[in-house]
């Protein structure tokens, strides 16, 4: 299957709109953001292709070759690649926090990841694709995008584990966004990529629900461990509604807890029939739960507000709505929105 193959169950709007994203691994304040019709940077660079041209070699603004469009399992990988741990965590789960140095180990990463980049704290895997901004005209912030022939990538969750930034494009102008947060860890009983994502939308200059009283009143603490939070934005300042669901246990539905050791699917690799059944379970089981608030909070919202949708953002992707089509023409020129 292929990414722009998509676009035929997106004919008649009954289907959520899917977008994904990425981060470059030099520069995880660069979000690359994939729809079934076209892939780009938003906010300060600001330039588009269509998704089937994506891996295409790119040179001055156009196609340099009639490559075909990359499978969507490739693309899938990297968009879900929490594997491509940094070093640094990577010593820390085998045990050698203090062995950074140590020859053995370096010569062993080396041989496992060959050139991929393997200092301490750099991903030691990641997707390599052409880059369609190389040696493109000079506007935006895309000064060290256009010098580089390659976009290393790697899953957003290495940045922030909820990929906000792609929904708070402000022609988007998202009302409402049903945030859930799968993290694992003690960062998550302090919803901590909630977190992250107020902090990034302040220094973006993008509208969020008051950051500065969520992280200066400690609500954190609270909202990390229940099951469902709203946390309600300013409609005259444009900012969404956050609706948070982060992954909890839940007493009432048994002793699966996605946070223990045995389940924290950050550090593990295999899971029997019976962790998958659990973990499905409780997330369907919370959800459930949280729907009452979710209809309330909806009834409450949506009549103050223009019609444009509700939107959806967790930790392994993102739907929402948007423009743009694909042309067709074997050599396309990078457009900027």
């Not at 959806?312 to 042309?327: E, F, I, K, L, P």
Request: with cysteine; glycine share 6%; aromatic share 10%.
């Amino acid at each position: 299957p292929l990414l722009s193959h998509q676009q035929q169950l997106l004919k008649d709007g009954s289907v959520p709109f899917p977008l994904y994203s990425a981060v470059c691994v030099d520069d995880q304040n660069k979000w690359l953001e994939f729809s079934p019709y076209e892939t780009g940077f938003a906010h300060d660079v600001n330039a588009w292709i269509p998704s089937w041209s994506f891996g295409r070699e790119y040179y001055n603004e156009k196609s340099a070759s009639f490559a075909p469009e990359l499978p969507f399992g490739l693309l899938m990988a990297t968009f879900g690649s929490t594997f491509a741990e940094r070093t640094g965590h990577l010593y820390s789960m085998c045990g050698f926090e203090d062995n950074y140095n140590n020859p053995i180990l370096s010569k062993l990463l080396k041989s496992l990841y060959a050139d991929q980049t393997h200092h301490d704290g750099k991903q030691v895997m990641f997707g390599r694709f052409h880059n369609f901004l190389y040696r493109q005209s000079n506007s935006g912030d895309r000064t060290n995008l256009q010098r580089a022939i390659s976009l290393s990538l790697v899953d957003g969750s290495h940045a922030m584990n909820l990929p906000f930034p792609p929904l708070l494009r402000r022609e988007r102008a998202v009302d409402v966004i049903l945030a859930f947060d799968a993290s694992v860890g003690p960062a998550a009983q302090q919803a901590y990529a909630l977190r992250v994502g107020c902090v990034w939308s302040k220094s973006e200059n993008l509208p969020f629900p008051n950051c500065d009283a969520f992280v200066a009143n400690q609500q954190h603490v609270r909202i990390g461990n229940d099951i469902v939070t709203v946390i309600r934005g300013n409609a005259l300042h444009s900012e969404p509604t956050i609706i948070y669901l982060p992954f909890v246990s839940n007493s009432k539905y048994g002793s699966c807890d996605p946070r223990s050791v045995p389940l924290a699917y950050e550090t593990k690799s295999t899971f029997e029939a019976d962790d998958v059944r659990d973990l499905s379970g409780l997330a369907a089981f919370n959800l459930e739960a949280a729907i009452p608030t979710i209809v309330e909070t909806l009834k409450e919202i949506l009549p103050t507000i223009p019609k444009r949708g509700v939107y959806g953002v967790s930790s392994s992707g993102t739907s929402t709505t948007s423009r743009a089509g694909r042309t067709g023409s074997s050599t396309e020129i990078v457009r900027s929105a």
